[in-house]
């Protein structure tokens, strides 16, 4: 059994409170933690540290645990500079474009996606994500999106299927028809590389009867569920997500006051919802769109996800950072409520309590900042703050 020790620890943000210490990040002074076989074994003052085969020296810096991004969209081909140029100099975005990324990949062999998921991947690791959620729904074909999965299997066990991510345009004049390819055949190629199932609930996309009849059938496939909701304008997405049992309803920019009474009625005994409110603002940067307001859903008790989004569209970004930053700036969310919302919130999106928190058990997945306290994530935005990042104990 190979041991490693992270000494030095001058700020631990555990997500663990204890007897109430330490605030919700559950922050720790002045401590140690101790790695065996890429789990979290041990935390306590630094004094008291056992004896380990190697030893990481944090120099007196903060420690959090690893980013959970659980949104992104990383299995495509070609990117979209011109229409972002363009929505910069006035065109609106109305997701039309996804249907320019589907040629692209179509197009694209095995290798070049495969390649673009592990550029991604890696960029999003050296900026402190070691959980990332990956989704399909660039191929929109049954090969294109078994593929898509499988190669997102290979470096994450958070894979989404996504087929009704558009109608592609073969199946424009008769989107029900679509609707059953991806329920049947398409399912079926997807599901043993999928762990969930997301529908894009908006107009211009899928309307509440085919998501419904989507997350139902993936359901039944043994898929989790969970929802691109409330975008663009009010639709039926979040409501519907209450209802079907999401772990997670995602962007939450257009929202009623039913759609938050839903996300409050699905609290749990352990003060979180059962269905989190997962908010994207780098898709809102990027589009020049008004944020979601995640302090009408925070003061509501609704459980808040940070996430990226990241995609060749909407929110070019792998970076949760520059997202928590956006939460604290543009969002009202204080530094505090972002970090865990970037990171617990993420691992509860997920239904994980292995990831997002640094506790005896927990994985071993952490991140050591070029400074001296999580706060700094928000008040230094756009600076490399990750100097060194562990994932299942090992340094990257
Ligand atoms: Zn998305």
């Given at each position: 059994m190979s041991s490693l020790l992270v000494d030095?620890?001058?700020?631990?943000?555990?997500?663990?409170p204890v007897g109430g210490e330490g605030g919700p990040l559950g922050v720790r002074r002045d401590v140690a933690l101790l790695v065996e076989d890429g789990r979290v074994a041990w935390v306590g003052p630094a004094r008291d540290a056992p004896a380990a085969d190697r030893r990481v020296d944090a120099g007196g810096a903060a420690v959090l645990p690893g980013f959970v991004d659980s949104h992104a969209h990383l299995v495509f081909a070609g990117d979209r500079a011109a229409e972002f140029a363009a929505r910069m100099a006035g065109q609106p975005y109305t997701g039309g474009g996804i249907r320019t990324t589907v040629g692209a990949t179509r197009a694209a062999s095995d290798d070049e996606l495969r390649a673009t998921v592990r550029r991604l991947r890696d960029e999003a690791l050296r900026q402190g994500t070691t959980t990332i959620e990956i989704k399909s729904g660039y191929g929109l074909t049954v090969a294109d999106e078994a593929r898509s999965l499988a190669i997102a299997a290979e470096v994450s066990e958070e894979t989404t299927f996504l087929g009704a991510h558009v109608v592609p345009a073969e199946y424009a004049d008769r989107p029900d028809d679509y609707v059953g390819l991806v329920c049947g055949p398409m399912l079926a190629a997807a599901a043993p590389h999928a762990r969930w199932i997301d529908v894009f609930c908006e107009r211009g996309a899928f309307d509440a009867d085919h998501t419904r009849a989507i997350l139902t059938c993936g359901q039944a496939a043994g898929l989790g569920v969970r929802v691109h909701a409330n975008q663009l304008g009010p639709g039926p997405g979040v409501q519907l997500g209450v209802e079907l049992g999401a772990a997670s309803v995602d962007h939450c920019t257009h929202l009623t006051d039913t759609d938050v009474d839903a996300l409050a009625s699905t609290r749990l005994d352990n003060g979180h919802t059962a269905t989190v409110a997962t908010l994207l603002p780098g898709a809102e940067f990027s589009t020049r769109s008004p944020y979601p307001d995640a302090r009408r859903l925070l003061d509501a008790g609704v459980t808040v996800a940070l996430a990226t989004?990241?995609?060749?569209?909407s929110s070019y970004t792998s970076s949760m950072p520059f997202c928590l930053a956006l939460a604290v700036r543009e969002m009202r969310m204080t530094p505090a409520e972002a970090v865990w919302a970037a990171t617990a919130g993420g691992a509860r999106a997920l239904r994980r309590d292995d990831v997002g928190v640094l506790r005896p058990g927990a994985r071993a997945d952490l991140m050591i900042l070029d400074a001296p306290s999580h706060l700094h994530l928000a008040y230094r935005p756009g600076v490399p703050l990750i100097r060194q990042v562990l994932r299942n104990g090992v340094p990257q």
């Open positions: 030095d620890i001058g700020e631990l943000v555990t997500n663990d989004d990241c995609n060749p569209g």
